[in-house]
């Protein structure tokens, strides 16, 4: 079997002419919309994606300011950059970047971002919103789940999804938004029995849980569609997925590549959070 690839690339590209757009416009009548990007980590994999959020940010007339706390800062000092930012009428969007500094929760800082800033997402009140399904920022890997698989013409509804991976900032949203498309999904994670007889069973199987390999051949059923979350950092330096691409690769129908998948969709997504963001501070 032919393993179709799940670029992001294109859908990535037609996100980013349509926010491009509207920067431009926000930009012709006032400040260009701002991101701050707060980064409390020295972890190698997160400063990768940091890096390409702020060039994704510049080719599209977005300011990021990267504040960088360190990975030593404490729970108190990350809520007091979110509580600026927040109180702060020239910030229009905040993303908070994981990991966190050992021993804090994102739960423990993440209530600080205002709703009406939180374009990932992330706090406990933009979660329930997207529970109760009312508007809201939704977190942008899990949306970019969903949209490359309805980019690339890949059914939902009435499907059997297996998540592997129950984070609050993709797993268990993406069960979510997969349950609004009229999908049937399983939440897989660490404590999971026999997690090979449960992936194999759906159509569609999302790896979101951080681990190089989690996933291999024989999570997979035949003809199965496999969606790779992860960006890992690999022995010699490389950024992989949870997926064992190899063994995957000519019995799945299709899968996502990493990277080049999943990421630029993310990053498109955020993007164009943000001046949904600045559009409705300029409303306001």
């Not at 059997?160 to 939440?187: D, M, Y």
Request: with cysteine; net charge negative.
């Amino acid at each position: 079997m032919d393993t179709v690839s799940l670029s992001g690339k294109e859908l990535a590209a037609a996100i980013n002419a349509d926010t491009k757009a509207r920067a431009a416009t926000l930009a012709t009548g006032g400040p260009a919309p701002r991101l701050a990007l707060v980064v409390a980590n020295d972890d190698p994999a997160s400063a990768w994606y940091v890096n390409s959020l702020r060039k994704a940010a510049e080719r599209l007339g977005i300011t990021c300011d990267t504040v960088e706390l360190g990975a030593d800062a404490s729970a108190e000092a990350i809520r007091a950059e979110l509580d600026a930012r927040s109180a702060d009428s020239a910030t229009d969007a905040i993303m908070l970047q994981t990991p966190l500094p050992a021993g804090i929760g994102l739960d423990d800082v993440s209530s600080s971002i205002a709703a009406t800033k939180d374009v990932d997402g992330v706090s406990p009140l933009s979660l329930g919103l997207l529970a109760s399904n009312l508007d809201g920022f939704v977190p942008a890997t899990s949306e970019a789940v969903v949209e490359l698989l309805k980019h690339h013409e890949i059914p939902l509804a009435g499907r059997h999804v297996a998540v592997v991976g129950r984070s609050n900032i993709v797993g268990k949203p993406l069960a979510q938004l997969l349950l609004a498309e009229n999908a049937t999904v399983t939440v897989a994670h660490s404590r999971t029995t026999d997690l090979p007889s449960v992936t194999s069973a759906a159509d569609i199987v999302v790896a979101a849980a951080g681990r190089i390999d989690l996933v291999t051949g024989k999570h997979i059923g035949e003809a199965a569609v496999v969606v790779d979350v992860g960006t890992n950092e690999a022995p010699d330096g490389k950024i992989v997925g949870d997926v064992e691409a190899d063994s995957v690769r000519g019995k799945a129908a299709a899968l996502s590549p990493v990277p080049g998948g999943v990421g630029p969709v993310t990053t498109a997504l955020l993007m164009r959070h943000v001046v949904t963001a600045a559009e409705n501070a300029r409303r306001a």
